[in-house]
């Protein structure tokens, strides 16, 4: 009886394994924050006590210079489906749900897209050859240029 025992615990344990291999997605992410470059600056020179020469030059810089070096080779071209993912991402980023989830991470509340989903499907050859994964769109919001 014992044994019959140990086998059936053996068998559901093998069971949720496979289970839970089959449900799990590996496919590479995509992380969607709204970047604010001023903030970003400000502390490029409070990155574990240690400010390379790059950082301390890219510090030093005028805040509108900074953002074209950041964005330069790094921005995605602009087309009317980026438009509407930029008014959808900055509708569901005010989400007070999505905020209290993340309340305790210290940073902006963030999404996260599959890469092989649309839109990102045809950046996926940039993500992979971009030294830094990084990739910035822009757009208008209430005048003023914002970016995810």
Sequence with gaps: ??????RLF???GVSLAVCMWLYADLSPRVTV?????????KNLTHFMGVASERRRYLASLPLETYIRKMLDGNEVEWNPKWKAFAVRVEGELKNPRLREEQKGWGS????????????FRELAPRFISSPHHALYLSYKKNGKPSYL
């Excluded at 009886?1 to 140990?6: F, G, N, P, T, Y």
């Excluded at 924050?33 to 600056?41: D, G, I, L, S």
């Excluded at 509340?109 to 989903?117: G, I």
């Design 1 to 6: 009886m014992r044994e019959i025992w140990r």
């Design 108 to 119: 902006d509340p963030r999404l996260w897209f599959k890469l092989r989903a649309p839109p």
């Design 33 to 41: 924050e709204p970047v604010r470059f001023a903030k970003e600056q």
């Design 10 to 12: 053996l068998l559901a």
